[in-house]
């Protein structure tokens, strides 16, 4: 199984300033179609995970463009250029290149 | 809009069963997967298994080999889960979760979750 590493596993923010999650998979998530399949969810208290960001880079429909993810291959990194209140949650990366989908252990995101 | 919603929360004895259900509205049933995944108390989420909605199909991972079957009834737009032989490690939420076939694999939307609490 490939296992997702994520660093830190927590982070206390002011607002207004950045904000950064590295995710190393013990595998290569580069398919050879070219993707990469790493993908960012949050999971706000009390909710299921949504979708951040997919395939390492990709924003997907109505995050706000604060929020990137950057990286390929087995280093990924999600950043937040301006943390806000309602960026509260914990933060996982998963990867679906293969079975059996596996998630990173999370990152607590708290603001200050 | 696109929506999962589940079964309410169980309680049930080891070595029981339990059966949960994911009810898709809003799209073509058939033309997405459904994965199911859990999440213990204050843990990480772990991958469970998935179904081919339109022809049923399903992969399970190994850790829950034999002990759940994930079936889909197309007429209800209906997803199930069952765990059998429940141990108090299985207390979780689990939730379902829409996947496309192909393309970007992305969970998308997710169930609201059921808590199953497994207790003698």
């Known amino acids: 199984d490939i296992v997702m590493t994520q660093t830190p596993l927590s982070l206390s923010v002011t607002p207004g300033q950045p904000a950064s999650i590295s995710c190393k998979s013990s595998q290569s998530l580069l398919h050879s179609d070219g993707k990469t399949y790493l993908y960012w969810y949050l999971q706000k208290p009390g909710q299921p995970p949504q979708l951040l960001i997919y395939?390492?880079?990709n924003r997907f429909s109505g995050v706000p463009d604060r929020f990137s993810g950057s990286g390929s291959g087995t280093d990924c990194t999600l950043k937040i250029s301006r943390v806000e209140a309602e960026d509260v949650g914990v933060y996982y990366c998963?990867?679906?290149?293969?079975?059996?989908?596996?998630f990173g252990q999370g990152t607590k995101l708290e603001i200050k | 809009q696109v929506q999962l919603v589940q079964s309410g929360a169980e309680v049930k004895k080891p070595g029981t069963s339990v059966k949960i259900s994911c009810k898709a509205s809003g799209y073509t049933f058939t033309t997405y997967a459904i994965h199911w995944v859990r999440q213990a108390p204050g843990q990480s989420l772990e991958w469970m298994g998935w179904?081919?909605?339109?022809?049923?199909?399903?992969k399970y991972s190994q850790t829950f080999q034999g002990r759940v079957t994930i079936t889909r009834d197309t007429s209800a737009s209906t997803a199930y889960m069952e765990v059998s032989s429940l141990r108090s490690e299985d207390t979780a939420v689990y939730y379902c979760?829409?996947?496309?076939?192909?393309?970007?694999?992305?969970?998308?939307?997710w169930g609201q979750g059921t808590l199953v609490t497994v207790s003698s």
């Open positions: 395939e390492a880079s």
């Open positions: 179904v081919n909605a339109g022809n049923g199909n399903t």
């Open positions: 998963m990867q679906s290149k293969q079975l059996p989908y596996t």
């Open positions: 979760a829409r996947v496309p076939y192909y393309g970007e694999l992305w969970f998308d939307p």
